[in-house]
T-cell receptor, first 116, second 114 residues
C-alpha cells in the first residue's frame, strides 16, 4: 500500500522568502509519480509540479521546485520568492504506475501562510 | 484546451433527501474520471473512478453511488443523504494511459446535510 506523510504544522513565511514544505512517501513499487497540489480558500485543487521516480533531475516549474531524494523517500516542495497569493493548503500525492488508471494517494496537507 | 465543470458550487440538503452532483469535461475524449470527498481540514478521499462509459469502481463502501452515462459526464448520487455525507466534493479527470497522468480538478461542490 502507498502512503504519503505530511507532518508539518501550519507554516509561516515572510513575503519574498523561500519556504520548503515536507513530504515523505512509502511504496514498494519502483515506478511511481509524485505530485504537489495547491488548494486556496476557494477549494479548487491546482496542480503545481510532477516528479517521476526515474527522473534524473529535480522538477522545476517557475517558482516551484521539487527536492526529490529517492533514497530517503522524500519529495519536498520548495517555493522561492513567496507571494501573498501563495497562502493556501498544499497537498503531496503519489501515483503508482502499475496500470492505466492513475489513482492518487494524498497526504493530509500543510497550511502555508505568507506574511507581508 | 480541456476544461472541467462541476455544479452546483454549494448545496444545502436535509437528511434523507436525494443527491445528484454533476461533472463534465470538455476538450478531450475517453478521460478517466474521479470523485473525491474532502472533510474539513483534511486530505482527499477517493470515492469512485471510471475508465469508460458505464464502468464504475468504488473505493469506499458508503451511502453514495456514481454513474457515467456519457463519455465526458460523471454523476455522484445518493438516494438518502446522511449527516456524514457533508463535505467538499471534487471531480477530477486525467487522460489515462501510462504517462504523467496529471489529475485536473473541478472547482468542487460544498455539501451541507442538515
Amino acid at each position: 500500500a502507498q502512503k504519503i506523510t505530511q507532518t508539518q504544522p501550519g507554516m509561516f513565511v515572510q513575503e519574498k522568502e523561500a519556504v520548503t514544505l515536507d513530504c515523505t512517501y512509502d511504496t514498494s513499487d519502483p515506478s511511481y509519480g509524485l505530485f504537489w497540489y495547491k488548494q486556496p480558500s476557494s477549494g479548487e485543487m491546482i496542480f503545481l509540479i510532477y516528479q517521476g521516480s526515474y527522473d534524473q533531475q529535480n522538477a522545476t516549474e517557475g517558482r516551484y521546485s521539487l527536492n526529490f531524494q529517492k533514497a530517503r523517500k522524500s519529495a519536498n516542495l520548495v517555493i522561492s520568492a513567496s507571494q501573498l497569493g501563495d497562502s493556501a493548503m498544499y497537498f503531496c500525492a503519489m501515483r503508482v504506475i502499475t496500470g492505466a488508471n492513475s489513482k492518487l494517494t494524498f497526504g493530509k496537507g500543510i497550511t502555508l501562510s505568507v506574511r507581508p | 484546451s480541456q476544461t472541467i465543470h462541476q455544479w452546483p458550487a454549494t448545496l444545502v440538503q436535509p437528511v434523507g433527501s436525494p443527491l445528484s452532483l454533476e461533472c463534465t469535461v470538455e476538450g478531450t475524449s475517453n478521460p478517466n474520471l474521479y470523485w473525491y470527498r474532502q472533510a474539513a481540514g483534511r486530505g482527499l478521499q477517493l470515492l469512485f473512478y471510471s475508465v469508460g462509459i458505464g464502468q464504475i469502481s468504488s473505493e469506499v463502501p458508503q451511502n453514495l453511488s456514481a454513474s457515467r452515462p456519457q463519455d465526458r459526464q460523471f454523476i455522484l448520487s445518493s438516494k438518502k443523504l446522511l449527516l456524514s455525507d457533508s463535505g467538499f466534493y471534487l471531480c477530477a479527470w486525467t487522460g489515462g494511459g501510462y504517462g504523467k497522468n496529471i489529475q485536473y480538478f473541478g472547482a468542487g461542490t460544498r455539501l451541507s446535510v442538515l
